[in-house]
């Protein structure tokens, strides 16, 4: 048995120490593919043997500890803001102030702001006991299972020397490749389910910072275990610290174990600190971490001590914020895309420019009344920025900079005719955006409508994917969702790459879509402006594609959450001899156009005019089939709590900010228990 354990201390020390070489050092010594191996085998002998588990162990790295509620703990050294400045001149002001203190020979610690979520980290004996968010500075929530996935922080400190007990501070990010990879996945996940390009915008990841606080407040470790976060701590605090002074007590935490800057600088004048700001604007944009600004402190204690604070913040630091980024180039042409709805965005087409350390060559410029707006014209010097320093953006055209020839050509005149097919293009009153109502004969909308037909959220055809179905399209096979259902195989053969067995894969699960629910089915033909939820309440509305044709706009006015510009679509959809025609042929295909007998048994409006907002894990039902009851009678799931929302279903494990959020909000919050009874 003491072999044993023996294994798991030198697998956990030589763990730790691959970890202080990639994180502290900058220095790798082995592969990623090596350590996850060695972590793999620490695991599997802690579970064999787990009276030899510490709570220091890397294995605790990968999470898996539940929290139900982050706990609230007041802070020993409140954590204050910083007071912002904007420009050299206010920069000057603040030495000149710590001049006029008494205070001539000052040296600065200048440290890049990291745009994360600021943590406080207490160490007794060398070992991480508490990780606590600013909060509202004075108190704070407890997330140290979720920090201790974080590899860059040690969980048992390195050497000697430390204090008994301490604090050290910093900033946790989610590094720039890592929310790239995140979204990226999470895109082609979206667009696999039949998310158009506007939800799936929505839906990822805003910015690196709010991911990063979205992430750490997650309850189960694990998952933020998988999202690769990292820290850099810049501020130590406590009794008995090694040095008198911040930057030698940081260096010596670097010895610790502690991953600090390697961008951190002592200067001795405000001209030095004016080098610095100047240096790190331009190489910012070529760090894996987002950067706001810059932190100038303070370095001595005993000048910190004596400056003092005012009632919100030090007056021995300040926080220099560089300015979002914005360069000039010039806007080569304007072209425009198609989507799967007919929708047209116009794209500035640009000069290559270097911004924020990507080159730039397109911007959005969304629609009509933005380029109206703008007065934005082929061949203008354009001024371009990164919004949140991820989606360029042209925020004002450089009139200094526009010649007579532009001048001439007057403003830029939108398109009338769909560059795809050359329809006249259509804009409705109340919308933002120019249409393509060539719906079927635009090939953009065309495939794009085969291709939300087939995704996962729809009929699920995962045979078919958008490569296959520009194959279908080019070879004239397809050109709309009926045409799917009489493909042969004898055909598909002749299609390259198309092998016998990928032809039967493809035919096999077109047939098997004949078997999805109506729901879905209404869903998938691609209404305009009917989304999943939507298309569920009107085909518990109304029972069968029959009786939603023939609905007025009054009769659609009646169901909740349709209003008249949804009304008016689905009229127009069915009274058009197309689609009437398209889902004739589905019909006869034998798809699902009503609701099967067993959703019609289950049917009632027990719960009419109801929202539920259901939250946790439950023991009779799972998440899944509680939203399928609530509205199988007759009520409304949605995914936030407001004043207007009825219920919250709490099951284990509840998020704690939505627990606070229904109790400030007098929300009920009913027992899974409590649930059914209300639909018995």
Known sequence: MSEIKKKIEELSKQLEEHNY????????TISDYEFDKMLEELIRLEKEHPEFLRGDSPSQRVGGQITKEFKSVKHKYPMLSLSNTYNEGEVRDFDERIRKAGISDQEYVCELKYDGVSISLTYVNGELVQAV???????GDDITANVKTIKSI???????????EFEIRGEIFMPKKEFLRINEEMRKQLVEEGYDEEEIVEKQLKNPRNATSGTLKQQDSKAVAERKLDCYLYSLLGENLPHGSHYENLLEAKKWGFRISADMEKVSSVDEILKYLEKWDKKRHHLDVETDGVVIKVNSYEHQKFLGFTAKSPRWAIAYKFKAQQVSTVLNEITYQVGRTGAITPVANLKPVQLAG????????????????????LGDTVFVEKGGEIIPKIIAVDLSKRDMFVESNGPTVYITHCPECGEELVRSEGEANHYCPNEAGCPPQVKGKIEHYVSRRAMNIDSLGGETIAQLFGAGLIRNIADLYELKKEDLLKLDRMAEKSANNLLAGIEASKQVPFERVLFAIGIRHIGETTAKKLAHSFKSIDALSKASVETLLEVGDIGERIANTIVEFFSNAEHAAIISRLRLQGLQFELSEEQMSNAS???????????????????????KIIEQNGGKNVGSISGKTSYVLAGENMGPEKLKKAEKLGVPIISEDEFIKMVE
């Not at 027990?606 to 907002?613: E, G, M, R, S």
């Open 21 to 28: 070489n990639y994180y502290v050092l900058s220095n790798p």
């Open 358 to 377: 990507t080159t730039v060559k397109r911007a959005s410029l969304h629609n009509a009344d933005i380029i109206e707006k703008l007065d934005v014209r």
């Open 133 to 139: 968010t600013r909060g509202d500075g004075e108190k």
């Open 605 to 627: 409006d027990k719960l009419k005019d109801k929202t539920f907002v259901v939250s946790g894990v439950f023991s009779k039902f799972s998440r899944d089939e509680i939203k």
């Open 154 to 164: 040690p969980l048992k400190l390195r050497g000697t020397g430390f204090p008994d």
